[in-house]
T-cell receptor
């Protein structure tokens, strides 16, 4: 019973490149959440998705960031034209979407922009 | 707008003593509350939760208390152990909305 799988664990990108972060939710979970943790800060909500739908993207920067959760395959967080300020740990969580259940987190992807 | 707040960024406690981590929320519609523990370079792991129909939930050394009128919850760890040293996040959600709102975290250090 695999947990939430994120890959890669570490990603180094040069300024201006694209970063693609992948998240496979736990089996049976159809709700995915992305959070960002900047150094010395807490978990900041970015986006909440269900299969093929974005439910809430109020925490996503308006430009360069996008997320998807297709019918088949993992959820993808995509950052175009990365800048130094995008360097952070990005965490994905999943839940079954039922009342009074917790979200389970992956190990995170640490993005470093050089 | 931070709907879940942890006003103490850090806490130090002697081994064997009680650790009390606090969390306040602003949205009275929240009805399910959770605590997560996070070690460096790892993802947060679920620790304990409480539904709004209860005011206390206990699991081993961990107890969560909920005061709905004050919109306040706390996590008690007793006795504290060095392995409890981590960042603790509280979170809240409401009803059928599956959105989790997290606090900014409290870094707990348990001194041997």
């Amino acid at each position: 019973n695999a947990g939430v799988m994120q890959n890669p664990r570490h990603l180094v990108r040069r300024r201006g490149q694209e970063a693609r972060l992948r998240c496979s939710p736990m089996k049976g979970h159809s709700h995915v959440y992305w959070y960002r943790q900047l150094p010395e800060e807490g978990l900041k909500f970015m986006v909440y998705l269900q299969k093929e739908n974005i439910i809430d993207e109020s925490g996503m920067p308006k430009e360069r960031f996008s997320a998807e959760f297709p019918k088949e395959g993992p959820s993808i967080l995509r950052i175009q034209q990365v800048v130094r300020g995008d360097s952070a740990a990005y965490f994905c969580a999943s839940s079954p979407g039922t009342v009074n259940t917790e979200a389970f987190f992956g190990q995170g992807t640490r993005l470093t922009v050089v | 707008d931070q709907q879940v707040k942890q006003n103490s960024p850090s806490l130090s406690v002697q081994e064997g003593r009680i650790s009390i981590l606090n969390c306040d929320y602003t949205n009275s519609m929240f009805d399910y509350f959770l605590w997560y523990k996070k070690y460096p370079a790892e993802g947060p792991t679920f620790l304990i939760s409480i539904s709004s129909i209860k005011d206390k939930n206990e699991d081993g050394r961990f107890t969560v208390f909920l005061n709905k009128s004050a919109k306040h919850l706390s996590l008690h760890i007793v006795p504290s152990q060095p392995g409890d040293s981590a960042v603790y996040f509280c979170a809240a959600k409401r009803g059928s909305r599956n959105q989790f709102y997290f606090g900014t975290g409290t870094s707990l250090t348990v001194i041997p």
